[in-house]
DNA sequence: TATGAATGAGATTTCATTCAT
DNA sequence: CATGAATGAAATCTCATTCAT
């Protein structure tokens, strides 16, 4: 009848934001049940509605704050990137600080980013993937071009570089949901990152026919 | 009442079928509609369930002759791999056979492997793809282990082993998502295996602090 | 496609009706599933329709036969009586005939009856066990009238009378389902209509305040 | 879209428990329609799963307080019978005093037990009867085999002891269905009672062959 | 005789969402 | 802030029944 009185305001929230995290992990976003998360919190289906327009707001408060920041920290890695170094050969190091980066901030907030990444179906985060991919993809579409220039006579291939760059987000993903060790991330990525770079030498360029 | 009769037996069945296959691609598993489904093969729900025992049965009807087929070709594959390939350094030319077949495998029936590696959240086969990497790691963890009786002083790394074989499997439904044209699909996986098997001699083996 | 050839003409039906019986006792009218019947049968639907009209008529085809012949056989009984047994004194043997005859007709055809009497709810015999009660009751209320005739001062216990002839079937439904061997049944019986018989001297009938 | 309110809070829950009582009555459990009880009591289907889990947790809710009730009104009657009274020919009045108990308790809620008692079928109490019958039996038998003890050369006759516990039972349905006033209900039962003791007078004890 | 295919109405249940209080 | 009540649409599934072949 009367409502509970929280000692703290907000608390309510931190409590539907917490089952939420763990009902979405569970289940997925599609089959997970606003009841049961309303349950889990203690509170009713009318005080989530109080906090969150709908079932997709809720799970936007969960990813969208670590999204942003992450498309932001990429689009100014790889911006830092386009302006500074003309020549590739000199990024050895780059990628190296790139995957600590991105570990480092996956693993500041490792259930959002495992709600993101992989069980965002049914929401309008279900491309979040692909746009990432997207993003370093451009990037990397820049560079394999001067690549290709400074070797006449081939050209991109476009399939590898996007089947990589997929790759190297996929191994993100991948130690996501099997390292739980920052630490151990980071040495395991550090290690894929070198793997990467050997793919770009054997697999970005190939003959190009067009060409005399 | 009345029921409506079709000049060709099993016309029906097809069409519900192809209905099914592009509402389950669509929508995934969990979202699509048998309601729509039937609307869409033009026949009332109670059709469904003269040829199907319910929902997951139609998905099963799609999937699960070409995953056993799969499933079974592999295990075929590394048995024989087991008795004859004492030696892991002549298996180059193995790599790319694999490759092909799996490839044809797929695109044989590319429409169930889409369903079945990325839609099939909510059924029985959610796990499928997990399953085949463990079915190809379990082989390929026997010819690391191989490798490092061979090196002394290394042992294998686990997680580089099991990662070079999500992301072998990853490549394959990438080939699936990405091109339609078969022969362009073997090209590209050729060249991928040929990339994986540098992966193996880079990362599988690290050194051995137990060993003196 | 081709229909089976039966040897003899009528197996199929016959085959049908046992699964009927079975599936009837088991789930009782509402519940049993017309297609369970037909698959026990080894038939398919379409052939029951062939030899009944509908659900009632499948039920019907089973109890009707036995159920007439039982009213008949009680309508006579009762005929008789009223004809030649003015004087109730003398009735003692008699109803050791009817628990007799009634058993007798109750084990010749005991799936039918158990159907008729504990399965029926929702066809249109639901109420044969009251039009059974009711058939005997009439009968029951003219001998009641004769011993009241016979003792002034006292009228007929209404309750009492039709709660008798009430407890009077149940005890031949409860023999139905509890006693197979119909040589026992019989002895049972014999015993409960003496106990019965009491109950009408015991309480048949009460003091009639209208009369002086 | 937008919920209806009502001034009187509990309301909607009454209405409901009201229609599925004359629905349950009327049709029995099985072919009873949530969808015509919700629309009897003027509400959605929603609605009757916000007050109750399932169907058969609508019926619960009508009968399970009013059976365990009766359940513990038995066994604590048993109970202290078979503690003070070892002499079972002074249980004349405690017969009497458990008919006009159960009578009590069963017109207290006449239409809870109507269902319970015959509209059962397919719910978790379609044994309910039989497990009243088996707690009075169980304790009756007691009784029977004390009986048996003092009159040497006999033992129970143990068919004739389940009948009359079924028909003291049955007894007490066919008042319920039968007769609306408790008043006259008691009279009836308590003049049934009294015939059923005779019944064990003449019924219960049985030669013994096996004894000389 | 019997099959195989299909109907269409109905069943129970779940869900996100709403809103007066 | 939060509750408790209710909505209404959609979901999957079952059923007796029909009928051309």
Request: glycine letters at 4%.
């Amino acid at each position: 009848m009367s409502p509970r009185n929280h000692e703290q305001s907000g608390e309510t929230k931190e409590l539907l934001l917490k089952a939420a995290r763990a009902e979405f992990l569970e289940k997925g976003y599609t089959k997970a049940s606003l009841r049961k998360i309303c349950a889990d919190a203690g509170v009713t289906t009318g005080a989530l509605y109080f906090f969150f327009k709908d079932k997709e707001d809720l799970f936007s408060s969960i990813v969208e704050k670590p999204y942003r920041r992450l498309v932001t920290a990429l689009e100014e890695h790889f911006e830092f990137d386009s302006h500074a170094a003309a020549d590739y050969t000199q990024q050895e190091g780059d990628h190296d600080d790139l995957a600590r980066m991105l570990v480092h901030h996956l693993y500041s907030n490792r259930e959002a980013f495992l709600l993101l990444l992989t069980r965002a179906h049914g929401t309008s985060y279900e491309n979040a993937v692909d746009e990432v991919v997207g993003l370093m993809e451009s990037s990397y579409h820049v560079m394999a071009e001067q690549m290709a220039s400074a070797h006449p006579g081939t050209k991109v291939n476009e399939y590898m570089l996007h089947w990589l760059t997929h790759m190297n987000i996929d191994a993100f993903i991948h130690l996501l949901t099997h390292e739980c060790d920052e630490a151990k991330a980071i040495e395991h990525m550090s290690q894929i990152m070198d793997y990467i770079v050997t793919g770009w030498t054997k697999m970005i360029l190939i003959p190009d026919e067009t060409q005399k």
